[in-house]
Each structure stands twice: as C-alpha cells, then as structure tokens.
C-alpha cells in the first residue's frame, strides 16, 4: 500500500515568508509525529497527534511554529515569518498504534520536505 | 533525559568487509532501540529494534544488533558488506511512555563501501 507521502518535496522561500508543509500518513494509522532534521544532525521530535489531538507540541522551537491535523489525517506543519535558521529536512511519521505499546512500535517515515530560507 | 551518542560520522569498508556502527544511549529506564537507515532522497527505513526478550535483534538486509545493558550499548553490524549498504545509519531511543513514541535519534553515520 501507499506510504507516507510529503509535499513539496523541495520548497524555497524569502526570510519572513510564511510556509505549509504536508503530510499524508498511512491510511488508518492513528499517530503521526514531526521531526526537524539540520545538516548533519539526526532527527528531533517537533510534534505528535493522537488522531486530531495535539499531545505533545514539546519540540516546537517557539511560537512561529504550529501543526494541525483536523479530521485526524493530513496533518500540516507552518512556518510563520521564516528566518534562515528554520532551513532544514522536515519529517513525518506515522504509526498504527497508541497506547501501551506505543513505546516499541515502528515509525513510518516520509521522505521529507526540504527547505530552504534565502 | 534519553540521549544517543554514535561514534564516528563516516565510516568507510571494503565489499566483503564486516560493518560495524556504534551506538551508545543514555536512558534512565529500559530503554526501547531502533536502527533506521536513510537512501538518498528517500524517507528513513526501520533496520531493526530491540524492545524485549534476545538481546541480539536480527533485521533486514543481514544487519544485527546487541544490546549490551552493562555497556549501554547497541551496535550495528553486519558480516559482509555491500556496495548498496551505503547509506546514512541513524541509532534512536525511545522515550516511550505517554502511551506514544517520541525518538530520540543520534547524529548519525555515513557508510561508504568501495569495491
């Protein structure tokens, strides 16, 4: 079946623009979770969603940032007023479960969105 | 807090050589552990994890992985190297309680393999 999808793929924008970023996760999947990654650095939580619910927004660097996920599906990321610094890979993941054995469960990672702030 | 630490940014063999990518974590509970491998221009691929039970975890495309509770550690290897093992490994640890899982990912390691 179909992955987790990302969309755009690459986007470029001026500093001080503001940014969408989308994720469609595996149909069904009740989590999805945000992941900032800078060159040459890992993966760091920004976000999760339990279906539509925001549970931890703990990774949010401040306030320009935000995510939604309204009919507990699509989820978007923005980026308000962009600074050069928010220049990154943008994941989303997505898995099935929640609950007791959230802890061991395996993520579903898109392949990201890039950006770039000029 | 749970942290990863993976030693050595690039690591470079030859086909047929044995890999092997260190991983050492930091957790304050059993900790769960996954091995994620990143293609270019594709998303990130679980390798593997350990979450109970044998502490040696096989996954796919010949890799392995120890979790050593005395040395908390969790190295990658695999016997044999080959060409399309390059890619970028990444070691994560799971904060996993709240009834969801948050990774805490290290910083990674590049694989080359020559012939």
């Known amino acids: 079946g179909a992955g987790v999808s990302q969309s755009p793929r690459y986007k470029v924008t001026k500093r001080g623009q503001d940014v969408a970023l989308r994720c469609d996760p595996i149909?069904?999947?009740?989590?999805l979770y945000w992941y900032r990654q800078a060159l040459g650095q890992g993966p760091e939580f920004l976000t999760y969603f339990n279906y539509e619910a925001q549970q931890d927004k703990s990774g949010l660097p401040n306030d320009r940032f935000s995510a939604e996920r309204p009919e507990g599906s699509i989820s978007t990321l923005t980026i308000q007023r962009t600074e050069q610094r928010d220049s990154a890979m943008y994941r989303c993941?997505?898995?099935?479960?929640?609950?007791?054995?959230?802890?061991?469960?395996?993520?579903?990672f898109g392949p990201g969105t890039r950006l770039l702030v000029l | 807090a749970q942290s990863v630490t993976q030693l050595g940014s690039h690591v470079s063999v030859s086909e047929g050589a044995l890999v092997l990518l260190r991983c050492n974590y930091s957790?304050?509970?059993?900790?769960?552990l996954f091995w994620y491998v990143q293609y270019p221009n594709q998303g990130l691929q679980l390798l593997l994890k350990?979450?109970?039970?044998?502490?040696l975890v096989k996954g796919i495309n010949g890799f392995e992985a120890e979790f050593k509770k005395s040395e908390t550690s969790f190295h990658l290897t695999k016997p044999s190297a080959h060409m399309s093992d390059a890619a970028e490994y990444f070691c994560?640890?799971?904060?996993?309680?709240?009834?969801?899982?948050?990774?805490?990912f290290g910083a990674g390691t590049r694989l080359a393999v020559h012939p």
């Open positions: 994560a640890v799971s904060e996993g309680s709240g009834g969801y899982n948050k990774l805490i």
């Open positions: 957790s304050s509970v059993p900790p769960y």
């Open positions: 149909s069904g999947h009740v989590s």
């Open positions: 993941a997505s898995s099935p479960l929640r609950g007791s054995l959230a802890g061991e469960e395996t993520q579903y």
């Open positions: 350990y979450t109970t039970g044998a502490t």
